[in-house]
């Protein structure tokens, strides 16, 4: 047995954590590849802005013109919600919380992970040579977060809510930065067939190498958005996340029987198929807009919709 306030900690450990993998991984390539743009490079960090900020259209576009600014924002702020910092001191009292059931190893990196994003000296290193550093130790951290989750964690409750979380936190990541290229070009799978408009995306998803390795012609749009929404062997896609969460629900239900189990496993089916048998070689501009849209909405409301039946608070 587990405590709804235990059960919320622990799903929300990992939802942080991996908002935090998240951003560190697109902060670390948009910066690199900021300094290789090319002439129809017309986003530039706004993706990034746009998915992990509440930053208004015209704050991202000021934002943009002082690359040290931004990167402190997103990593250093303490007033941006979303900010680096603030993930990593909101998962650091979800594990305390949870002491009892995380292990050691989970802890003291998590612990690690805080007392490095706040140390006082990391503000000057951001602004000058030893910035790549910065985000490459970054990124190092959360692989070891997630390794050690992975290597030292039991499979009993707790991992099943921490996994719910993950999932759900990465779906919504991967639709939110899907949108944020998608919606300036008006969801027209006909434009922007140029790979290095999709560069950033495939790079912050960690699915460049692989689109490279298992794609050929030129219908990059297209193959994209198959990749990132529809690949199921993408561990970073839409499709994949999905198929997690409905494992890690169903077994979750089945140890823990709940009268509204039914509501909300129909619930969830209904977005899992919705994505599953989309006819991606046939997918029009509005359809996919509107797929978006209703992806992101029904995970809304699943998320919240699980919080309700399993955490005290809603």
Known sequence: MMLSRIADNMFWLNRY?????GLARATRYFYILGFDSWEGDTLGYGPLLQSFTSLSAEERVTMQADSQ?????VIQDAANINSLKVLLSKARENARGSQDRVTKELWEQVNAMYHFITNEGLVNKLKGEETLKVLDQLEKHCLLYNGIVDSTMPRGLGWEFMNLGKFIERSLQTVDLVDAYLSPMQYDLEQNDNLLYWRRLLYALSGYELYLKTNRGSHHSRQVICQVIFNADFPRSVIYSLKRIEKYLQSLLEENPHPDAAVIIRRFGRLKSMVEFTDTA???GQELKELVKQIRHQLWDFS????RLFFSYT
């Open 282 to 284: 046939n997918m029009n």
């Open 69 to 73: 600014h931004l990167l402190r924002f």
């Open 17 to 21: 954590m991996e908002r935090a993998d």
């Open 304 to 307: 919240a919709e699980f919080s």
